[in-house]
């Protein structure tokens, strides 16, 4: 049965978070449907060339995203982790290259280096917002917004890499006595269940963009998925989701005008509610 926007309506609870898991399926739907409606009947050269190179990170990301979901089911949560990183890189670099997809997916296929990519993950995101300013024609951008928005991948990349407060918090040794520590588990409990959940909704959305960016630029309706985006957007805000330890952080880490601006937004949003 595929699910509709419709039925998201129906799934909002504030008691068990059904919403997200529902959320998760509807996009991962749209993924696997991704290449319906594409024009191909009438591209140039350059074009088929940029629309492989797409098709290969939507091909990636409905991998990863899969691969997400049956990880954070099971519990694993440092391996969902790295895989949630790769993922919305993924997502990012595609929402690059779709800015200019012929001569973009052209540098994509012309590097040949190992151990760099051809654009930075931080240049990727400011160059992203960048054209969604464009896109919007208005040209406006909110304070920090490239921090805030990379503020997600550094959290990733800190489960990704085995930060230490990380890995300690979700492996917390005083929770197990030696003989269950040392062995093979998952490592969630109860208190990580909306962990899990932030976890995965980051990644959905923005893999989501980069599917509307790509519709917007080789399909022939992109309506939808915006109309999609917009719903999602409105109907996460009515579940409150309880930072988890593993994301929290200080002034220590962050120049203090960035925090002051951070902790107004959460102001903000406790208000709009």
């Given at each position: 049965m595929e699910l509709t926007i419709k039925d998201l309506e129906l799934v909002v609870n504030d008691q068990n978070k059904t919403l997200y898991s529902s959320i998760y399926d509807i996009i991962l739907l749209q993924f696997e449907d991704a290449l319906r409606n594409t024009d191909v009947g009438n591209l140039t050269e350059e074009r088929k060339s940029a629309l492989g190179t797409?098709?290969?990170?939507?091909?990636?990301?409905?991998?990863?995203?899969?691969?997400?979901?049956?990880?954070?089911?099971?519990?694993?949560?440092?391996?969902?982790?790295?895989?949630?990183?790769?993922?919305?890189?993924?997502?990012?670099?595609?929402?690059?290259?779709?800015?200019?997809?012929?001569?973009?997916?052209?540098?994509?296929?012309?590097?040949?280096?190992?151990k760099?990519?051809?654009?930075?993950?931080?240049d990727m995101v400011c160059d992203v917002l960048a054209n969604e300013g464009k896109v919007k024609k208005n040209g406006s951008k909110r304070p920090y917004e490239e921090k805030i928005f990379y503020l997600q991948y550094t959290f990733l990349s800190s489960i990704k890499h085995g930060n230490p407060h990380t890995i300690s918090y979700l492996y917390r040794p005083g929770y197990s006595s030696d003989e269950k520590l040392f062995r093979f588990k998952p490592n969630d409990s109860f208190e990580d269940k909306d962990l899990k959940i932030y976890i995965k909704m980051i990644v959905a959305d923005n893999a989501l963009d980069a599917l509307i960016d790509y519709s917007k630029a080789f399909r022939t309706e992109h309506n939808v998925l915006k109309e999609?985006?917009?719903?999602?957007?409105?109907?996460?805000?009515?579940?409150?989701?309880d930072v988890p330890p593993i994301l929290r952080t200080t002034p220590e880490e962050m120049t203090q005008d960035y925090w002051d601006h951070l902790v107004e937004l959460g102001k903000k949003r406790k208000f709009s509610r």
């Open positions: 797409c098709a290969i990170y939507l091909n990636s990301l409905v991998e990863l995203l899969h691969t997400l979901r049956e990880l954070m089911d099971k519990g694993y949560i440092e391996s969902g982790g790295a895989v949630a990183t790769a993922c919305w890189e993924r997502a990012i670099t595609l929402r690059k290259i779709l800015i200019n997809p012929e001569l973009n997916a052209q540098i994509h296929t012309d590097h040949e280096l190992a760099k990519t051809p654009w930075s993950i931080y999609l985006s917009g719903q999602i957007d409105s109907l996460i805000c009515e579940v409150e989701l």
